[in-house]
């Protein structure tokens, strides 16, 4: 068997990513913390998420992320299963975030994407269907994406 674990993401300031995925994920916390090495240069890393899940957030980045709107190789989005897309959707308004995509409409599932203050992509997406023919099918769309905002 073989399943997703954790995604492991190197950002300039963890408590402004940290603050976003809290927003949206609050059952979620921060199952530990700490400071590490990374090819002798000193950093601190937190694990976000539950039990079974996490992202990994370490800071020390240098640079800048690829450009969504651009062509480059690289983390394109990252995508969250969620169970109420409108309570997400509400709690990152409230707080300040704005949707970036509003997913295809789709019969079987909607999504909208967010970018957090470092610019990562999230896609957050709610499955009207419980059937994988359903929530896993490829076409069906009755419109286009809509870019709302910029990366």
Known sequence: MSRFEHINLVVKNIDATLAFLQTALPRWHVRGRGNSQWYGRKRSWLHFGDDDHYITLNDGASGSNR???????????????????????????????????????????????????????????????????????????TSAPQWLGSA
């Open 67 to 141: 450009d969504l709107q651009g062509h480059a190789p690289g983390l394109a989005h990252i995508g969250l299963v969620v169970d109420d897309l409108d309570a997400v959707a509400t709690r990152l308004d409230d707080a300040g975030y704005q949707v970036a995509i509003v997913g295809a409409e789709h019969p079987h599932r909607k999504s909208l994407y967010f970018h957090e203050p470092g610019g990562f992509e999230f896609e957050f997406v709610e499955y009207l269907s419980e059937h994988p023919d359903e929530k896993n099918q490829y076409g069906g769309e």
